[in-house]
């Protein structure tokens, strides 16, 4: 009997589809691109809500073509739909352009999809699905997409610990493919009563909950579609992710939606061309993105609400801009905690990343006392596909920061010795200031940093066994496409 195929077997057959593809020169982040084309109207058949697809270019029309025909009428569908169609159809299609030559190859993509067992499992896991395939593309290193892509352990447990509810306005202005603001609407779906939300709850929370922001046009493609596949609504004139840049004049107007939780893990680097931003309401001019970022973030913050947000080493410590960019925050702002997190997580393997927590003040003065520091990195394993980096690496951090999001380990300081040295440290505004109010703070030994270089054995046994690694898992994509079970993999050795 035929094993049913979970969401993870159907994420690695589309993957694997990626082969097809590789004689026309598509690089896997034009992989998804493409695959996100076909995808929605191939889930618009299968959920039976074609009707926001204008008649005659639909799943069907395209399937039953093959050769030039379909290729042809591929590249016209694609026109079509994003100049005509409306909504979050034209904006998903918008400026698309196939990057498929061969008709065969177009052929043999929408075939292999059409066959596939989409609801052998929940209809809920279209999204899961849409997210493999994502996370499939971000640990590319040749794809260059782990730049829009948060590591999906991480965005859980900061969500944990800030606690989403139907009350906040929530809002990413580096939105990537809307991983946060996903994970937010889990957590508020999971934790509230939806049976019992009145109309007016449910109007707040379809139209004035979820706002981002994203400046690449591909990348913000991938966004609706994993929003639309997440039951996340999508309002041209209010909430959704736009397509602007939150450093130009499109910053201030979604900073006017009075955002009472951010979530974000702003782009590295400076702004492209190494130009100031646009905005006219920062304060400290800088073409460094991330302390634009951090500007608009703490600055847009109401009264009372809190941030979570991912910044590298640099902004913890840089001088003047960056010294005063940081002691504005600590005046406005409750820093209550930073988390040091490990290296090797993101797709730059030697960036390293820290979590900033903190909450706006109801008045602009003073409201930085202490600040707690978790070192996450010192002495922590190599993350890698040996080593998963997974949820349970934050249990410890969760249970020192606390029950509340707007306080975080503060609250629990009677209950930490600092005597000791530990991952947890308390520091005061006094000491930070003697430090000239850099914020890049260690005490722990790490043994790991001390190991240097991998000598030139190891380097080429690692080389050597990434790719056994990568040979072993285009084998079972292969069975897979084949029928094999995983019963059968396993034996093989094949098993992921």
Same mark, same amino acid.
């Given at each position: 009997?035929?094993?049913?195929?979970?969401?993870?077997?159907?994420?690695?057959?589309?993957?694997?589809?990626?082969?097809?593809?590789?004689?026309?020169?598509v /690089?896997?982040?034009?992989?998804?691109?493409?695959?996100?084309?076909?995808?929605?109207?191939?889930?618009?058949?299968?959920?039976?809500?074609?009707? *926001?697809?204008?008649?005659? +270019?639909?799943?069907?029309?395209?399937?039953?073509?093959?050769?030039?025909?379909?290729?042809?009428?591929?590249?016209?569908?694609?026109?079509?739909?994003g /100049?005509?169609?409306?909504?979050?159809?034209?904006?998903?299609? !918008?400026?698309?352009?196939?990057?498929?030559?061969?008709?065969?190859?177009?052929?043999?993509?929408?075939?292999?999809?059409?066959?596939?067992?989409?609801?052998?499992?929940?209809?809920?896991?279209?999204?899961?699905?849409?997210?493999?395939?994502?996370?499939?593309?971000? &640990?590319?290193?040749?794809? &260059?997409?782990? *730049?829009?892509?948060?590591?999906?352990?991480?965005i859980?447990?900061?969500?944990?610990?800030?606690?989403?509810t139907?009350?906040?306005?929530?809002?990413?202005?580096?939105?990537?493919?809307?991983?946060?603001?996903i994970?937010?609407?889990? +957590?508020?779906?999971?934790?509230?009563?939806?049976?019992?939300?009145?109309?007016?709850?449910?109007?707040?929370?379809?139209?004035?909950?979820?706002? &981002?922001m994203?400046?690449?046009?591909?990348?913000?493609?991938?966004?609706?579609?994993?929003?639309?596949?997440?039951?996340?609504?999508?309002?041209?004139?209010?909430?959704?992710?736009r397509?602007?840049?939150?450093?130009?004049?499109?910053?201030?107007?979604?900073?006017?939606?009075?955002?009472?939780?951010?979530?974000?893990?702003?782009? =590295?680097?400076?702004?492209?061309?190494g130009?100031?931003?646009?905005?006219?309401?920062?304060? =400290?001019?800088?073409?460094?993105?991330?302390?634009?970022?951090?500007?608009?973030i703490?600055?847009?913050?109401?009264?009372?609400?809190?941030?979570?947000?991912?910044?590298?080493?640099?902004?913890? =410590?840089?001088?003047?801009? $960056?010294?005063?960019?940081?002691?504005?925050?600590?005046?406005?702002?409750?820093?209550? %905690?930073?988390?040091?997190?490990?290296?090797?997580?993101?797709?730059? *393997?030697?960036?390293?990343?820290?979590?900033?927590?903190?909450?706006? $003040?109801?008045?602009?003065?003073?409201? /930085?006392?202490?600040?707690?520091? +978790?070192?996450m990195?010192?002495?922590?394993?190599?993350?890698?596909?040996?080593?998963? =980096? %997974?949820?349970?690496?934050?249990?410890?951090?969760?249970?020192?920061?606390?029950?509340?999001?707007?306080?975080?380990?503060?609250?629990?300081?009677?209950?930490?010795?600092?005597?000791?040295?530990?991952?947890?440290?308390? +520091?005061?505004?006094?000491?930070? !200031?003697?430090?000239?109010?850099?914020?890049?703070?260690?005490?722990?030994?790490?043994?790991?940093?001390?190991?240097?270089?991998?000598p030139?054995?190891?380097?080429?046994?690692?080389s050597?066994?990434?790719?056994?690694?990568?040979?072993?898992?285009?084998?079972? !994509?292969?069975?897979?496409?084949?029928?094999?079970?995983?019963?059968?993999?396993?034996?093989? $050795?094949?098993?992921?």
């Amino acid at each position: 009997m035929t094993q049913t195929p979970t969401t993870r077997d159907i994420v690695q057959k589309l993957w694997s589809l990626c082969d097809v593809l590789r004689d026309d020169g598509v /690089t896997y982040h034009q992989y998804v691109t493409e695959l996100t084309y076909l995808l929605f109207l191939k889930m618009a058949e299968e959920t039976e809500t074609e009707e *926001q697809l204008p008649e005659g +270019y639909r799943w069907n029309a395209l399937k039953i073509l093959s050769g030039v025909s379909q290729l042809t009428f591929y590249k016209k569908l694609l026109l079509h739909l994003g /100049t005509e169609a409306g909504g979050i159809v034209q904006e998903i299609y !918008a400026d698309a352009a196939t990057v498929i030559r061969k008709p065969t190859t177009l052929n043999t993509l929408v075939t292999a999809m059409d066959n596939l067992n989409w609801y052998s499992t929940d209809k809920e896991s279209l999204g899961d699905l849409y997210e493999g395939l994502l996370e499939k593309n971000a &640990g590319e290193k040749k794809s &260059g997409a782990g *730049q829009y892509f948060t590591p999906r352990p991480l965005i859980g447990s900061i969500v944990a610990l800030m606690q989403p509810t139907l009350d906040d306005v929530i809002q990413d202005p580096a939105a990537g493919t809307g991983g946060f603001l996903i994970e937010a609407n889990r +957590y508020i779906r999971e934790h509230g009563d939806r049976a019992n939300w009145t109309e007016e709850q449910q109007r707040k929370y379809r139209r004035g909950t979820f706002y &981002g922001m994203e400046l690449v046009q591909d990348t913000h493609r991938l966004a609706l579609m994993n929003l639309m596949l997440h039951n996340l609504d999508y309002d041209p004139n209010g909430a959704g992710i736009r397509l602007g840049d939150t450093l130009g004049a499109e910053g201030e107007k979604i900073a006017a939606t009075a955002p009472t939780l951010m979530l974000s893990n702003p782009p =590295f680097g400076t702004k492209k061309g190494g130009g100031m931003p646009t905005r006219t309401d920062f304060v =400290f001019p800088t073409s460094n993105k991330q302390f634009a970022f951090l500007q608009h973030i703490y600055r847009a913050l109401e009264p009372g609400g809190r941030a979570a947000v991912v910044l590298p080493d640099n902004v913890l =410590f840089e001088s003047g801009i $960056g010294k005063q960019i940081r002691a504005d925050l600590m005046e406005k702002c409750r820093l209550h %905690t930073i988390l040091r997190l490990p290296t090797g997580i993101f797709y730059a *393997q030697g960036v390293k990343t820290n979590v900033l927590f903190f909450t706006r $003040g109801e008045e602009d003065k003073g409201n /930085t006392q202490e600040v707690w520091v +978790y070192d996450m990195r010192a002495n922590m394993p190599q993350f890698g596909k040996r080593t998963p =980096f %997974t949820r349970d690496y934050f249990a410890d951090f969760e249970a020192a920061f606390g029950p509340d999001p707007k306080v975080g380990s503060e609250a629990l300081a009677a209950r930490i010795d600092t005597g000791e040295p530990g991952r947890f440290r308390k +520091y005061t505004r006094d000491q930070i !200031a003697e430090r000239g109010d850099s914020l890049d703070i260690s005490w722990l030994k790490d043994d790991s940093a001390e190991q240097g270089e991998l000598p030139e054995p190891a380097v080429v046994a690692a080389s050597v066994i990434i790719e056994l690694d990568a040979a072993l898992e285009e084998m079972r !994509a292969i069975l897979l496409e084949l029928g094999e079970s995983e019963e059968v993999l396993e034996a093989a $050795g094949v098993a992921e």
